[in-house]
C-alpha cells in the first residue's frame, strides 16, 4: 500500500507478503493526510532493504494494529508525523497502549495471521466506536471481549471456568438439621462452557444447578447441601469440570447450640422454682 499527498484508510485487513525496492513493503505513505490510518491490521511478513513493515514518512496514524515479523525492520516514523496507538511494534514507539511484546500469530510459515490464546494483544486494543457493529477480516464480530483485540484477526478462545467464591465455600447446621449454599460459575472465555460437579459425596449433595451450560461471558447457579449428622468438621474436595476444571473444596461445621441469654434466664428461674417447690415440700413434711 502506497499513499504519497493522499489517504488510505484500512480497517481489519492483513498485510502480508509483500515487496518493496527502498522501504515500506507493507505500507509506505508521505505527507498523508489526518485520515491515513491503519486500523486493526496485521502487518507481518513484508520484505524491503528497510522499514519492510511500515514507513510512515509525515501523518497518518496506526490504530490498534500490529506491525512485527517483516524482514528488515518493522516501523520507521522518518517525519515523525504519524501517531501511534495502542499498536504492537518490536520497539517501543510512544502513545497510548503501545506493546512491545511478541504478538504470537498462530502461523507465520503458513501465513496463518491469527493469535494464539497467549497472545498479549487480546483484549489490548482500544474499542474504537466503529468496532461495535464491524467483523473482522474473518467475518467474526470484532469485538469478543472486553477490549478489542490488536491485529486484523478478533481471538477465538474456548470457554474459561471461573468460581465464586474461589477455592473453598464452608457451610454450617445444627446436629440433625441442614442447609445450602451457593457456588457461581462464571464463563469467561469465548465458548460455550458444559459441565457438571464430580467428586460430592454425604454428607454433601448438589441440590440443583449441575449439570450446567453456560453461554459465553455469562453465569450460573450450583446450590449445595449439607446436612450436619454429627458435632464437628468435614471436608471434601469437588471439581467443577469445563472450560479448564476448577477445584473447590467443601467445608462442613455441625455443631450443638449453646443456650443463649433467655435459655439462661429460663434455666435459673426454674431452678429457683425448682427449689421452692422443695423447700414447701419439705415443710410439708414436717
Request: aromatic share 6%; hydrophobic share 40%.
Amino acid at each position: 500500500m502506497c499513499a504519497v499527498n493522499g489517504s488510505v484508510r484500512l480497517r481489519s485487513c492483513e498485510v502480508a507478503g509483500n515487496t518493496a525496492g527502498v522501504g515500506g513493503g507493507g505500507a509506505y505513505w508521505e505527507n498523508a493526510s489526518a485520515a491515513m490510518a491503519l486500523e486493526n491490521c496485521t502487518v507481518a511478513s513484508n520484505w524491503a532493504p528497510s522499514a519492510a513493515g511500515v514507513w510512515a514518512a509525515g501523518g497518518g496514524a496506526l490504530v490498534n494494529t500490529i506491525v512485527y515479523h517483516n524482514n528488515s525492520g518493522d516501523f520507521s516514523n522518518t517525519a515523525a508525523g504519524a501517531t501511534v496507538r495502542y499498536s504492537c511494534v518490536p520497539a517501543l514507539v510512544s502513545g497510548e497502549g503501545n506493546i512491545t511484546n511478541e504478538p504470537l500469530l498462530k502461523d507465520l510459515v503458513a501465513r496463518d495471521l491469527r493469535l494464539q490464546d497467549a497472545s498479549p494483544c487480546i483484549d489490548a486494543g482500544s474499542n474504537v466506536a466503529w468496532a461495535a457493529s464491524a467483523p473482522d477480516v474473518a467475518g467474526r464480530p470484532r469485538k469478543l471481549g472486553p477490549q478489542v483485540d490488536m491485529g486484523a484477526h478478533e481471538a477465538t478462545r474456548g470457554a474459561l471456568i471461573q468460581l465464586t467464591p474461589r477455592t473453598s465455600l464452608t457451610l454450617s447446621a445444627v446436629v440433625g438439621s441442614f442447609t445450602t449454599g451457593t457456588v457461581r460459575v462464571d464463563n469467561v472465555g469465548r465458548a460455550v462452557l458444559t459441565g457438571e460437579v464430580l467428586g460430592v459425596s454425604w454428607p454433601f449433595a448438589v441440590a440443583a444447578g449441575s449439570p450446567y451450560v453456560v453461554e459465553k461471558e455469562a453465569s450460573t447457579t450450583v446450590v449445595v447441601r449439607f446436612e450436619a449428622w454429627e458435632e464437628g468438621l468435614t471436608n471434601i474436595l469437588v471439581t467443577f469440570t469445563g472450560g479448564g476444571n476448577a477445584t473447590l473444596r467443601l467445608w462442613g461445621y455441625g455443631y450443638i447450640p449453646e443456650p443463649g441469654w433467655l435459655g439462661v434466664i429460663g434455666m435459673l428461674l426454674f431452678r429457683s422454682s425448682k427449689r421452692r417447690q422443695e423447700a414447701e415440700d419439705t415443710g410439708a413434711r414436717h
